[in-house]
């Protein structure tokens, strides 16, 4: 079945630093791709998304690329912030579930 | 605020009993959608209802069922607990049933511990 890969935290990082999660997707068609971010004792929010191959979802600085050659939508920020400290999800859409990767822990200290 | 509620906010309890979670979907959202969140298992998609019927079911276990009201909010409820049932359980509401373009609002999450 469908199913997605992140790299596995934690990503300790520096105020300012780049960021990069890599995401990679099994599927069998070419679902949308998700970015969702989970900040400590909170649901999942939305970060960006992507529909269809070479889309750009962006939002607050982060952006993602849907590469169907190489079944991949890494989350990528030029600098990131204290306050991007959070769990990274990555995920696709089968019909109506999402299906998730397993979360990267993102901490930013100043 | 997504506009998704979910209560209780936590719940201890023991094994072998039966516990009930209950969603309230953002206003005009007809779609729920149950997720259970483990630190073995991730974030597994559980069930989606849609306007009251059951539109598809995921990794959910037989001891558990779900149902969604004609008021549109819905209840998961688990029974003969185990210890691995302790996990975060997310509710999470669309406006449509599901699909591309149905982004999915999530509620803060019942957490569960079973003892």
């Known amino acids: 079945g469908d199913s997605v890969t992140q790299m596995e935290g934690p990503v300790t990082l520096s105020e300012e630093a780049f960021l990069t999660i890599n995401c990679t997707y099994t599927a069998t068609g070419y679902p949308s791709l998700f970015w969702y971010v989970q900040y400590p004792g909170e649901g999942l929010q939305l970060l960006l998304k992507a529909t269809k191959a070479d889309d750009k979802g962006s939002n607050k600085g982060f952006e993602a690329t849907y590469r169907k050659e190489t079944t991949s939508f890494h989350l990528e920020k030029g600098s990131v912030q204290v306050s991007d400290s959070a769990v990274y999800f990555c995920a696709l859409i089968d019909v109506a579930a999402l299906i998730f990767g397993k979360g990267t822990t993102l901490s930013v200290s100043s | 605020d997504s506009g998704v509620t979910q209560t209780p906010k936590h719940l201890i309890t023991a094994t072998g009993q039966r516990v009930t979670l209950r969603c309230s979907p953002r206003s005009g959202d007809l779609s729920v959608y149950w997720y259970q969140q483990s630190l073995d298992q991730g974030l597994q998609f559980l069930i989606h209802?849609?306007?009251?019927?059951?539109?598809a079911k995921g990794n959910i276990l037989e001891r558990f069922s779900a149902q969604q009201f004609p008021d549109l909010h819905s209840e998961l409820n688990l029974s003969s607990l185990e210890l691995g049932d302790s996990a975060l359980y997310f509710c999470a509401s669309s406006v449509g049933s599901g699909g591309l373009y149905n982004e999915q609002f999530f509620g803060p999450g019942t957490r569960l511990t079973v003892l």
């Open positions: 209802y849609y306007n009251g019927e059951e539109r």
